[in-house]
């Protein structure tokens, strides 16, 4: 029987220390009816995605050296799968599964910066368009608005400030505390019912480095102290939820997105395989009217969006692939199975390596690569034998099952697999801050009739290339190269190891080599347009100033988004004395990126070194408005309003300049 009562499951694996006797009465109870009308109105619906967490490190999941006693006590009143699955070891395509209810080959979200399509329906666009008041409070900038995920939301609180070149990891990443401590500020403000609420905890994600107390009780685990202090950040806003009155008649979710290598099968982090250590995520959905219950049946995120809509009474999208989970939860029979569809392509995009696509079926998991692999997860959780040399007819039947699903959802979403997009030149960087081996030199056509390399026999140089980034995010560039030349033995003719390189030496001024770094990736891809966009960085580093001006140039031709090469064009006229010229790239840069403080800095300047003063104040206004600690702007804007005669707000800006360390023109 794949749904059990937890009383009855005692010999499953589940951490029962603290376990209070109110709540072994709940587990007790019996089955009741879905009641989701609270006083006449429809049900509230919280939604927790704890970012990074692996189902096996927390206690419900039957890991008790850690204390995670609010994810526990949520599992005492809700349904807990025990055999759910990511699509996607990524962030941002395994929530935009969760939220469509659909698989990456329907939405074309598949990496790190891809965006969901406009005709993508999300579950807040659905509850939105039925009342509900929608919010969604982000722990870091991999889902921040631009990639799509906002639809529906009326407040969406991703508000990284991106404004500054040197922004690191403080500024695309937010604890949880301070992410909880604005979603219980917008439920304190806004009463009105009923609503959806999305709060998404990053802490466990790397770099780890839980604050105190977690630090020192996890001494030498932070990945376990991190995952301590999440728990208890679900559990200051279910205490809150409880305390206004909307926990109760709530239907609420708690779901990983993936999960975490920790080392097996050599991979560290995620995103790179497509084994349960990164797969297998926590699930617990909570149902008004409904008992605690742990479901064995195999779930994937894919399906959560489904479970929430039936259980609102709500039509589920046609565009849905997912199937609802609530018979489960509710204990009747469902003769439905999940598609437990993976795949991992960041050995392709990033690297040219082949992709990997998985399957997974009564605990039968297969995984198409170039030497393909079949394991028996209930008997070898870990994925160690691959069964495929005795059971190959059995693995030819799930490869042939694996390609129709592809082909089937692939056909349902009136798209086809498209190449890797533009992506945005400061998103690299960012990215690379949060632990992400963001390179993006591939595109899908490149796996087309191609023998690419296995991903099992690049692993050491993936990580290689991961600590190398490490070091470089430290400022430890040589460090850094000596990594990179490591995996440049094992992979001669890296796209991703050269511009790195190339990077490194960048940042080190030795121009002679970081030319050479980046010409030899342009030799690797002509139209890689961040190897060309460095070199004219390092050109005009070198004194190469016709040069650097070639290379932006055809930066911009390769991607008409590159904001940051139009800038550095029109910086480069400027230089140059070729004012009007460097001023329409500097206003094409703006055009590109409203939001772009540097480039109407620049024209603010050039409207004073013009005369044309008003129009000066216009451009700097908004920059310390957007960017209120851009000293060089309230100096300029100080300059500005002196020209104009409006001497008292010129003294103020200059004494705002000289506090954020600007030039003082008294001196």
Not at 210 to 232: K, Q
Request: proline share 6%.
């Amino acid at each position: 029987m794949n749904t059990i009562l937890l009383s009855q499951a005692a010999s499953r694996p589940f951490c029962r220390a603290g376990w209070t006797l109110a709540a072994l009465m709940v587990l007790g109870a019996a089955v009741v009816p879905c009641r989701l009308m609270a006083e006449g109105s429809p049900a509230n619906v919280v939604v927790i995605t704890i970012d990074t967490v692996r189902a096996d490190h927390l206690g419900c999941y039957g890991d008790c050296s850690i204390a995670t006693p609010n994810v526990d006590g949520l599992a005492h009143s809700a349904a807990r799968f025990t055999h759910a699955f990511t699509p996607v070891p990524i962030t941002l395509p395994a929530h935009t599964a969760l939220f469509t209810g659909t698989f990456p080959m329907a939405t074309g979200v598949h990496d790190f910066s891809d965006r969901v399509p406009a005709s993508a329906v999300t579950l807040a666009q659905v509850l939105l368009d039925h009342g509900y008041s929608t919010a969604a409070f982000l722990g870091a900038d991999v889902l921040d608005s631009r990639f799509g995920l906002n639809r529906g939301f009326k407040t969406y609180f991703d508000h990284f400030d991106r404004s500054r070149p040197e922004s690191g990891l403080d500024m695309v990443k937010r604890t949880g505390d301070q992410v909880v401590d604005y979603a219980l500020d917008w439920l304190e403000t806004n009463p009105r019912r009923p609503l959806f609420l999305w709060v998404h905890l990053y802490d466990a994600h790397t770099p780890y480095a839980p604050p105190e107390p977690y630090a020192s009780r996890y001494r030498g685990r932070p990945y376990d102290g991190e995952i301590a202090f999440v728990d208890a950040q679900v559990g200051r806003l279910i205490a809150f939820l409880n305390d206004v009155g909307v926990y109760e008649h709530a239907v609420v979710v708690v779901a990983g997105d993936h999960g975490e290598g920790l080392g097996e099968h050599g991979e560290k982090a995620h995103g790179f395989f497509v084994y349960n250590s990164t797969l297998h995520v926590p699930l617990l959905v909570k149902v008004p009217g409904t008992g605690a219950r742990t479901i064995e049946k195999e779930a994937s995120l894919v399906d959560v969006m489904p479970t929430v809509l039936q259980a609102l009474q709500l039509a589920i999208p046609p565009s849905v692939q997912g199937r609802s989970l609530l018979s489960d939860i509710l204990g009747k029979a469902s003769p439905s199975a999940s598609n437990l569809y993976a795949e991992s392509n960041v050995p392709l995009l990033h690297f040219q390596w082949s992709p990997l696509h998985a399957l997974q079926s009564d605990g039968l998991k297969y995984i198409d690569a170039p030497r393909p692999e079949l394991y028996d997860t209930r008997i070898d959780p870990h994925e160690t034998k691959n069964l495929l040399p005795a059971k190959q007819a059995l693995a030819h039947e799930m490869r042939d099952r694996l390609h129709a699903l592809e082909h089937r959802y692939t056909l349902a979403s009136g798209t086809e697999a498209k190449k890797s997009e533009p992506k945005d030149p400061e998103l690299e960087q960012r990215l690379r801050s949060l632990g992400y081996v963001a390179v993006s030199g591939g595109t899908f056509s490149d796996s087309s009739g191609k023998v690419l390399p296995d991903p099992k026999d690049r692993i050491r140089v993936y990580e290689l290339v991961s600590e190398a980034m490490a070091e470089a995010l430290r400022q430890r560039y040589r460090e850094s190269l000596e990594k990179l030349r490591e995996a440049e033995k094992e992979d001669p003719v890296s796209l991703a190891i050269r511009y790195l390189q190339g990077i490194d030496y960048y940042q080190l001024r030795d121009s002679p080599l970081a030319l050479e770094r980046f010409k030899a990736a342009r030799e690797l891809d002509p139209k890689y347009s961040p190897a060309i966009y460095y070199l004219g960085l390092t050109e005009v580093q070198a004194g190469d100033l016709k040069d650097a001006e070639a290379s932006f140039q055809r930066t911009l031709e390769l991607n008409p988004h590159h904001f940051a090469a139009a800038y550095d064009l029109g910086m480069l006229e400027v230089k140059q004395n070729r004012i009007q010229e460097g001023l329409r790239h500097l206003e094409q840069a703006t055009e590109i990126n409203p939001q772009y403080a540097a480039a109407f800095e620049a024209i603010g300047e050039l409207d004073l070194y013009l005369h044309r003063n008003e129009d000066a104040v216009h451009a700097l206004e908004r920059v310390v408005a957007s960017t209120p600690n851009f000293g060089k702007a309230h100096y300029n804007l100080g300059r500005a309003y002196q020209a104009l005669g409006r001497l008292a707000d010129a003294q103020k800006e200059f004494a705002r300049a000289r506090s954020l360390g600007a030039p003082d023109p008294t001196r």
